[in-house]
């Protein structure tokens, strides 16, 4: 009798498992306050950079070394959420991110040297590779083990409404924080809501549905995820080629997104109005909402995916060459949001043709890939264009920009060339993992 009310009691006091929607209401919370904190400083950061006394070079050559972090951390940090669990490494990301922007605002106080930049921003990057993934990994693994019974691409989009609303406040108020306190600030803030998200995930986040693989070193791991990613990467034609275009598009897109701040306040005439270049990450927060939006319907035009990309490419182009070309500031907030606009329409047609030239179980794994090519092109063309800048101004590195980016349309048409079934796919189909 003791013996069973003992059983039955561990029994009751046994941890149940949280609901669908309360996974759901983490994984938002989670998406809500990331997005906040990094579009704190978006609107700003250039500008930030160069009151500390940087040049266009050394400002672009920063932002490089965090793409470097990136790049050098992406599969490392992998590694550490499949052999160690998601949820611990989504708590690093926070406390790394929120210790080294601390040290972005030091550096600026103290109007540090380039080299004190470079590492402090290869640490940046490092602290975001912790994110990369494992949230997303942690959200699927937990709706399975709780028996969600709708589909992903619901939750993603409802995701990417609150990472639109967070990106266009983030951003706006960072500008106007900037405005009415110093450059400084935005940075505080940033810090403090990493800290708050890293306490909020402490106690919401559990992996649920999924045990750590550690049936293999840290270093044999790696070379297993790079084993696969050339396999099913670099080694399909269709892929490569696509993969090839991703420095140009990726690349480039990182440098104009930071570039975009100065040159509007160069148009405006007021290069103190930093609420006029915190617009500039909420415009292109906005068309990246439009865009998602709109992708679907731009796929239903096509029957191939990569007529859908080849325009957004081309437009991305011609646009950036546009924004080189005038000096009116109202014509660029224009030129401005059509670019969002073409990015954000071909990022999920882009994505959805990789899936579908991919086996399931290196998925992951040749996306996180095709993301270091795109970092590879930030961390060379990044301080190319800051150059460009330095020598020509803003709008002599946007006309470059819109040439350098016009290069990954050979690519893409190489990759369309192999004719692969995914080219004309619309449904999930099982022919991707054959």
Do not use: C
Not at 132 to 155: F, I, M, Q, R
């Amino acid at each position: 009798m003791n013996r069973g009310g003992a059983a039955i009691s561990r029994i009751s006091s046994a941890p149940s498992l949280p609901t669908p929607r309360r996974v759901q209401g983490t994984y938002y919370t989670l998406m809500l306050g990331n997005t906040l904190a990094a579009s704190f400083i978006w609107g700003i950061n250039t500008l930030f950079l160069l009151d500390a006394g940087l040049t266009n070079l050394e400002a672009f050559s920063a932002n490089a070394f965090f793409t470097a972090g990136m790049l050098i951390f992406e599969i490392p940090t992998g590694v550490v959420a499949d052999t160690v669990g998601r949820r611990a490494s989504y708590l690093l990301g926070t406390i790394t991110l929120a210790v080294t922007t601390v040290m972005y605002w030091l550096l600026w106080v103290w109007h540090s040297p380039f080299w004190a930049w470079a590492i402090v921003s290869v640490l940046l990057g490092l602290g975001f590779t912790f994110f990369s993934g494992a949230v997303d990994a942690w959200l699927v693994d937990a709706l399975k083990a709780t028996g969600y019974p709708g589909s992903l691409e619901t939750v993603f989009g409802r995701a990417q409404i609150v990472g639109g609303i967070a990106m266009l406040s983030g951003s706006v108020l960072g500008g106007v924080l900037a405005q009415v306190t110093n450059l400084g600030v935005p940075f505080l803030v940033r810090g403090a809501i990493l800290l708050v998200m890293f306490v909020v995930a402490a106690l919401l986040m559990r992996d649920l549905g999924f045990t750590p693989d550690r049936s293999e070193s840290p270093l044999r791991a790696t070379r297993t995820v790079l084993r696969a990613s050339f396999r099913y990467g670099l080694g399909d034609p269709p892929v490569r080629w696509l993969m090839l275009a991703s420095p140009f598009t990726a690349g480039v897109g990182i440098y104009v997104f930071y570039a975009l701040q100065p040159y509007l306040l160069e148009l405006w005439g007021d290069e103190e109005a930093y609420s006029i270049a915190g617009l500039a990450a909420a415009l292109l927060s906005g068309a990246s909402i439009v865009g998602g939006a709109l992708a679907p319907w731009a796929r239903r035009l096509f029957r191939r995916r990569t007529s859908a990309i080849l325009l957004a490419t081309i437009s991305s182009a011609v646009v950036l060459i546009g924004l080189g070309l005038i000096r009116n500031f109202w014509v660029a907030l224009v030129l401005v949001a059509l670019w969002g606009i073409a990015s954000a329409i071909d990022d999920p047609v882009h994505r959805a043709y990789l899936n579908d030239m991919i086996p399931s179980k290196q998925r992951a794994t040749v996306l996180s890939f095709d993301s270091l090519m795109g970092s590879a092109g930030g961390v060379v063309f990044q301080p190319v264009l800051g150059r460009a800048a330095d020598v020509g101004g803003y709008g002599a590195s946007l006309l470059w920009s819109g040439v350098i980016s016009a290069v990954a349309v050979p690519f893409v048409l190489l990759s369309r060339a192999q004719r692969p079934p995914a080219d004309t796919a619309r449904e999930v189909t099982a022919p991707a993992d054959a």
